[in-house]
């Protein structure tokens, strides 16, 4: 039982990290169908940023904050620079451009850091309290869930309770329409890839300082993960992809725990398997699938 409360807790705070980079991945399929195979690099170039500024100005929170606000502008960039008129583009090409960008950005990122793995500080402690025998979590564990739980939230109330966030979501289901009402739809588009760079850049800094260290390719297991809780949860639900990302965590967690870290690979291709069988558009989206 003790085991089973740890890999549940465990299994959260990945899960965590999983659901915002699947949440960062759908904000961009909802509104240009692009599935950004660089999200993983644009979020560890983010991890550079931090730790540069934290090295420059003695504060773990400036980087933090620098972290965030690079993710936002990389986000805005890559979709001026290398997205543009992607709803337009063959599904080839976006996926061309997209790989293309993860090998540019990780190069650049070796080029100018090194490839060698370099700590990174967390947040909080990592070590976890316990009850009795049972470790159960650490302050880094309740940062890592609280920090994805207020960031989903203010995106859900961006995008159900402001005036923006209305035209961004029509700009997504139907931009042709939104344009003819007066509708900005490039800007909204660009606002979109920007919310999904921050919490690509979230992600990062949440998991990288829980042993993964810092290199160019850091976070491409971990894209892999995430990219895997957007299809469970469903590509075209936001809330979907936050459930699949957890679930994600939690049934690698207890694979990990309970048959052993060497079948986790395998543990996440046999879900996204199961799930595209019994249900290929995802737990949350529902029998029809939006066309553009």
Known sequence: MSRFIFLTFNGLSFGAVYAALALALVLIWRTTRVLNFAQGAMAVATAYVALSVSDWTGSYWIGFGAALAAGFVLGAVVERVAFRGADRMPP????VIGVGLLILIEAVMGMLYGSANRGFPAAYSTRAYSVGSTALFSKQDVFTVGS???????????LTRTP?????????FAPEVARLLG??????????????GLVGALAAMLVIPTG????PQAMDGVFILGFTGAVVGGLESPVGAVV??????????YASGYIGSDITPLA???LLVVVLLLRPTGL?????????
């Open 92 to 95: 080839l090409n976006t996926i």
């Open 148 to 158: 994805v739980l207020v960031l989903m939230l203010v995106i859900a109330v961006l």
């Open 164 to 172: 923006q966030g209305l035209r961004m979501r029509a700009a997504a």
């Open 183 to 196: 509708v900005r739809v490039g800007r909204l588009l660009t606002l979109g890839w920007a919310l999904s």
């Open 212 to 215: 993964l260290g810092l290199f």
């Open 244 to 253: 699949g990302g957890v679930l994600t965590g939690l049934a690698l967690s």
């Open 268 to 270: 996440a291709l046999v």
């Open 284 to 292: 949350f989206s529902g029998s029809q699938v939006r066309r553009v």
